[in-house]
């Protein structure tokens, strides 16, 4: 049963902070909450853990409350003993750091890793701060963006947005079945940051952030930790839950890694990832049991179904277009938990959160009915992709 | 198909028009580095510059230390006609800092070749008038600090 590569790696533990609206602690004490319900639920003690891997890592220049602390630090604040330790913000989206998890495992450098992804956006990003010119001056691809207005990710996807319906027709219809399935799914998550019904009423006369995207469209800054324990799958007999296997994952990038420079909006990072998950694995998209797909803005949700080829290139809308084929009882159950929308803005790794609890049957109100024994993860956009596939059992 | 194009007009934006600047724009300012400088310095002198390759004559934007297509690194920067079409558009209606208002940022192609775009803006245009491959001529606006950057408008 022992695979190889990513395969030597099965995630055994998961936890997950308080996840709120500007909860006023610190990302390391967020971190450590979320890390100790991960090891607990691994059936491990801290003292088992040895080895650490968190996105994007310490010294990560963004705005306030999106890194989270680093690796150095928690290994610090828990008084861990690791073998190996990784912080990275370059790799296959949010997603590296369980990727990187799971080769450490299998090269050997570590047999219980702890992966971690915090926010404390909300707390952070009071009065604007999010926006707030700290330095006037830019380089590097922004160079080429900030100047001319253009300062937002709402900007650079809503570019994405409209090139795609302009191409394909998309309708504002269509788009906001992703945020309403994210709304009804966040009603039986407790956890979720909005659980208040959502009508298309609703979305359709919401104000305006960057043509065509409105504000149901955009994620919802939050704060929270989301942990894994991901181990090496000979020692699984002893995992207090079902472990949940890495069947492989999808790192490529082939296309210019870019916020504007694209030829296609259906080709853009994700679009690579998603080739280079099925080119590992011997399952198809007929396999997949549930998706949770990155809605940092529902856009990208849109372009996750068409980059795993759930839908040819331009039929994700059509698709989307009555809700039913995302619903939870629908042929793919989508954004489970309500996603980035409605959840919370966990930055990629609430989904595969999320994934893991349905893989195990303990998603609650919101499991989804039949069978659950392969999910599906897409993390990030633009010039970010990374994917996952998971299943309960061995595959 | 039920419903509207998500790229009609909506409610908010109905008559909104995107005129010349009449203040110099305060966002950010461009490093203007090595590789970068001679972008801005064109616009300066009212020339739209990108990297072209001398030995095949491929433009890059942003250009990098080789030629993108052949690896040459006989590179320079050459003045472009400034004439390209609108490949993507969106309007900017929240005021991400303090008294902004509604603005058309556009995704330019270039003339010069089918894969050469910038980042840029759209004004002396109305948001009715907005389309795919909406023909566009560069017009230079003023910038805080004295900075000039290369906009669009539609081609007269």
Known sequence: MTGRGVRSAVIRGVGQSAVGRRLGRSG????????????????????????????????FAAQPGFAGPGAVEVQDAMRLRVDWYSGSGEGPGQLQCLVN??????????????????VTEATEQVGGRGAAVTNPVVGGP??????????????????????????????????????LNARRNAGLNPKAIYR??????????????????????CDVPADGSTAFVVSHVAA????????????????????????????????????????????????????????QLYDGFSILTV???????????????????????????????????????????????GLVHEACLQLRGQAGQRQVPGRHEVAVVGNGGGPIGGAMLLTAGVR | ?????????????????????????????????????????????????????????????????????????????APVSGRGTLFAWTVSLQAFLPGLQPYCLALVQLDEQEDLRLTSQLVEVAVEDLRAGLPVEVVFVDGAGGLRLPFFRPLR
């Not at chain 1, 208040?196 to 469209?217: K, Q």
């Not at chain 1, 039929?315 to 919370?344: R, W």
């Open chain 1, 236 to 291: 699984a007999p002893d995992a207090r839950h079902t472990p949940l296997h890495v069947n492989a994952v999808g790192t490529a990038l082939r296309g210019r890694p870019s916020w504007d420079q694209w030829d296609a909006p259906t080709r853009t990072a994700m679009h690579y990832a998603g080739v280079s998950l099925w080119e590992r694995t011997e399952l198809t998209k007929a396999d997949v049991d549930l998706a």
């Open chain 2, 1 to 77: 198909m039920a419903g509207n194009a998500v790229t009609e007009s909506e409610r908010e934006l109905h008559g909104l028009r995107f005129p010349m600047p009449t203040e110099p724009l305060r966002f950010f300012q461009p490093e203007r580095g090595i590789g970068t400088a001679a972008f801005w310095d064109g616009a300066q002198a009212g020339e739209l510059r990108l990297v072209r390759c001398g030995a095949c004559g491929y433009w890059t934007h942003p250009a990098g230390p080789r030629c993108a297509r052949c690896g040459s690194a006989d590179l320079a920067p």
């Open chain 1, 28 to 59: 390391l004490d967020l971190t450590v909450e979320a890390a100790l319900d991960a090891i607990d639920d691994a059936g491990l003690t801290p003292a088992q853990i040895d080895g650490i891997a968190t996105y994007p890592g310490g010294g």
């Open chain 1, 101 to 118: 998890a799971c080769l450490a495992v299998a090269a050997g450098l570590a047999g219980n890793v702890l992966v971690y992804r915090t």
């Open chain 1, 142 to 179: 922004l160079e080429w963006l900030m100047p001319f207005g253009s300062i937002s990710a709402v900007h650079w996807l809503g570019m994405v947005a409209n090139r795609y319906a302009t191409q394909y027709g998309l309708t504002r219809e269509q788009l906001g079945q992703v945020a």
């Open chain 1, 303 to 349: 372009l996750w179904l068409e980059a795993l080829g759930f839908c040819a290139d331009g039929e994700a809308g059509a698709f989307l277009a009555d809700g039913k084929q995302i619903a939870l009882d629908g042929p793919l159950p989508l954004n489970t938990a309500g996603g980035q929308l409605s959840a919370g803005r966990l930055h990629g790794l």
């Open chain 1, 196 to 217: 208040e019904p959502l009508t298309l009423e609703d979305y359709l006369s919401a104000r305006m952030i960057s043509t065509p995207l409105c504000l149901f469209d």
